[in-house]
């Protein structure tokens, strides 16, 4: 993360929920500013220009939806909706109200700080600093400006889905992700396949990558980066 750190903005009325998401956003490199009502809230997004708005669909004044529509009729600033119903959920990521991603409460806050990353990185146009977009790990480099894989010297070609699963194991190092997140993620809430799109993808990198591939099967769970590996080590 660069030197000035990004501001998010995270509209919530329940002071403890707010609280507890802005102390995980801290402890993550981010400036936070809250916001408890809708109306704060568009006044904010409008004064503060912040990097992205968690948003919760309950408020007290305008709810989350029709503050996320206002939002969007003058910026394409990234918004993560906090919701406390699945039922909700096709509405919110919908054209109609064009939030980026969304959490059902009870969420984990690690999550939370994961979904907020990952959303930053997909929105953002042109990366402000290169050297963030690569990701190092044991003889893996892995370039997102470029979409280039590389096994020390050598250029791996993967399809882009397959790139795009192995950035996003990559970019949450030390989390376990199941295999309906990565489908969110990596495919979009409107994939309508069945999760071994997610196992099928994987079995690839892993022919691709060798011994340099960096995916643990976390038995039942899903997936996730294992330590970096030094060349000559055995694969599990
Ligand atoms: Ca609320």
Known sequence: MSAQPQTVLVVE??????????????????GVRTASTGTEAL??????????????LMLPDIDGIEVCKRIRQRSDVPILMLTARDEDVDKII????????????????????ARVKSVLRRSAPARQDPE????????????????????VEEEIQLAPKEFDLLWE????????LTRDQLLERVWGYTFAGDTR?????????????????????VWGVGYKVGPAREAGNQQD
């Open 132 to 151: 963030n977009a690569i990701i190092k790990h044991g003889d893996l480099t892995v370039d997102s400006g470029r979409r280039e894989v590389r096994v």
């Open 94 to 113: 919908g054209l109609e109200v064009g939030a980026d991603d969304y959490l059902t409460k009870p969420f984990n806050p690690r999550e939370l700080v």
């Open 13 to 30: 009325d329940e002071a403890s929920i707010a609280s507890f998401v802005a102390l995980y956003l801290k402890n993550a490199g981010y």
């Open 169 to 176: 194991l990559l970019d949450h190092r030390g989390l376990v």
């Open 43 to 56: 006044s904010v997004a409008a004064s503060d220009s912040p990097a992205l708005i968690v948003l919760d």
């Open 197 to 217: 799109t997610v196992d099928v993808h994987v079995r690839q990198l892993r022919r691709k990558l060798g011994d340099a591939s960096p995916i643990v099967t």
